[in-house]
Each structure stands twice: as C-alpha cells, then as structure tokens.
C-alpha cells in the first residue's frame, strides 16, 4: 500500500517562505503525476499545483500567481512545494496526491489514487 507523507508545514509570518516536502512510501515515481491541494478553514478544498512523473509537465493554482514552485525528485520519491511570499490567506492544510493521469492530480477528479494526511500551514500577519 502506497502511503504518501507530508512534511515542512509549519507557522510562519506573512512575507515568509517555507517548502512542503512528500514523500511516497514505494516506488511510484516513475509510473505517477503528483501535486497539491489545500484547505482553508471552512473552504473546499483547491488545487495548488501539480508535476507530471518527468517534471517536464507543471501546473498552478489560479490564486499562486508565481509564488509556488512544485518539483519532484524521482530518486527520492518526493515531490516538494517551495511558497514565497505567503500571506495569511494561504493558511490552511497542505495535501499531497498521486496518480497515474495527471489531470486527477490537478482536478481531483476521478479522486486521485493516492493522498497524503496533510500538513498544516500557518501564515501570520
């Protein structure tokens, strides 16, 4: 059973910088797209971004407007999340996806094969 484990949320203050890291138990590198959704208190859920299996493939959220960067290292089964410039709307909970199609991964539908638990981000004004 692929089990997918976040890492690196945390508090930080508005204008600060952190990076999310995830990290699949088993070898799916090679065979899946990964990304991330987040979850803002009392919201749905959203896209964030998204990275095909060779990282030749990227997609944002609407709402990063260049202030995420998602890269993958297969070697490592880790896909990570660099923000800048996080603002206290960016606070919410961080989920990791995996799947075959890359389009689950950026839509969430069909629900992608694989989440994470998630981790929580906290930006402070």
């Known amino acids: 059973q692929v089990q997918l484990v976040e890492s690196g949320g945390g508090l930080v203050q508005a204008g600060g910088s952190l990076t999310l890291s995830c990290t699949a138990s088993?070898?799916?590198?090679?065979?899946?797209?990964m990304g991330w959704f987040r979850q803002a208190p009392g919201k749905e859920r959203e896209f964030a971004a998204a990275?095909?299996?060779?990282?030749?493939?990227?997609s944002y959220g609407d709402f990063e407007k260049g202030r995420f960067t998602i890269s993958r290292d297969n070697s490592k089964n880790t896909v990570y999340l660099q923000m800048n410039s996080l603002k206290p709307e960016d606070t919410g909970v961080y989920y990791c996806n995996a799947d075959r199609a890359f389009g689950a991964v950026v839509s969430g539908q069909p629900p992608p094969e694989y989440w994470g638990q998630g981790t929580q981000v906290t930006v402070s004004s």
């Open positions: 990275i095909t299996v060779s990282g030749g493939g990227i």
């Open positions: 088993a070898r799916i590198a090679s065979h899946y797209a």
